[in-house]
């Protein structure tokens, strides 16, 4: 059986689960557990649905855990688990199980045995692990949850939307965004039902598949600010938050059309530009140099606001050849505003600019090259 090597783990897969695209996610995980480790002196991992166990192996070789327990129901790649984790379990650094991730959980609340960092790589909709993962996470700690099902937080099937996110999600460019905001929101919600907030530490869209990181707080920090709606103007191409008090005056402030309105979602920051500049530099002493481009992108994004102009959208609507990103960035900030590349779309930007300003800075730096 061939022998896979990802970081510094070693690992078979035989019959397991491994996606290699993934590994993006996986290292900025491995970035944030060490840092945590680093921070606290302590990391123990709850990986829930662990897989070929690649993620597990990493946290306990790269991010220096203490203690990871590797949970994967399905009791049939014990022996590749077994192999794969064999001197973590051998150092008493490491346990195997084979139970439904929510009895993890539940098990885990049931002996107040909280865990700085649990992981849960699901396949499809997260939402029946929103609440119960939040049981077994340490308050400060960090939970990692994943959602592949794309078409439903896009808005191709809104009404599946409503069902796993209790938020209604509409179609339009800035849908992958969407996508992470719907999660955040939902968990931030279950979290507030349970007395606590989140935050995000970082969200990642890449291939098909949407992580975030959240940061687990004592305290709900469910706010009207954080937590709203999106609108989009289908007739000129413009998006402004929709707060709650609002939604019975919906119209789009350019050109005075009704909005088509997502939500509610989170509202607020998709990063947290310390941590993520931590990450940046402890990528650079790793020499992880795809990673560090990766990371400094988020932090330029952070905090601008939540969507994002396409430069194909902006082509069409100005009637005008595509600009090129970095001219087009570089026009907006001479103009005033704030811009930066988003990582979720390579020919997309994120501005505090309307997209009629954005046609402007585009037609004026094309006419500028001619």
Not at 17 to 30: G, H, I, M, T
Not at 182 to 209: K, M, N
Request: hydrophobic share 40%; proline share 4%.
């Amino acid at each position: 059986m061939a022998w896979l090597v990802e970081g510094r783990a070693k690992f078979i897969v035989g019959s397991a689960f491994y996606r290699q695209a993934s590994q993006v996610a996986r290292d900025l995980a491995v970035l944030s557990a060490a840092i945590y480790q680093s921070d606290t002196g302590c990391l123990r991992v709850l990986d829930a649905m662990t897989g070929c166990g690649v993620r597990s192996l990493r946290y306990w070789l790269e991010s220096q855990a203490d203690w990871v327990w590797a949970n994967e129901a399905n009791p049939e790649i014990s022996p590749i688990l077994q192999q794969n984790l064999k001197e973590a379990v051998a150092a008493g650094c490491c346990q195997i199980t084979h139970l439904n991730a929510n009895r993890v959980f539940f098990d885990c609340h049931a002996r107040q045995d909280y865990y700085d960092l649990v992981d849960v790589d699901c396949f499809g909709s997260p939402n029946p692990y929103l609440s119960t993962s939040l049981w077994g996470t340490k308050i400060g700690g960090l939970l990692y949850l994943t959602s592949t099902d794309g078409r439903t937080a896009t808005g191709h099937l809104p009404e599946n939307s409503l069902r796993v996110y209790g938020a209604y999600a509409r179609s339009h460019p800035a849908a992958h965004e969407q996508a992470l905001r719907l999660l955040i929101g939902s968990v931030q919600q279950q979290a507030a039902s349970q007395g606590l907030g989140v935050e995000p530490v970082f969200s990642l869209f890449a291939g098909q598949t949407y992580r975030v990181m959240l940061r687990v707080l004592s305290s709900q920090s469910l706010t009207t600010k954080n937590y709203g709606f999106l609108g989009y103007c289908h007739h000129c191409g413009n998006y402004q938050t929709v707060s709650w008090r609002k939604l019975g005056r919906v119209i789009c402030s350019n050109d005075q059309q009704p909005l088509v309105i997502s939500g509610p979602l989170w509202l607020g920051a998709l990063h947290e530009v310390h941590q993520l500049k931590r990450m940046l530099s402890l990528a650079q002493d790793w020499h992880w140099s795809e990673r560090v481009k990766l990371l400094t992108i988020m932090a330029a994004e952070a905090n601008l606001p939540p969507y994002f102009y396409t430069l194909g959208e902006i082509g069409r609507r100005g009637k005008m050849d595509i600009p090129k990103r970095s001219h087009l960035i570089q026009a907006l900030q001479t103009m005033g505003y704030r811009a930066s590349p988003t990582h979720i779309n390579a020919q997309a930007i994120k501005t505090d600019a309307d997209i009629s300003t954005c046609i402007i800075a585009g037609k004026e730096n094309l006419e500028f090259r001619i």
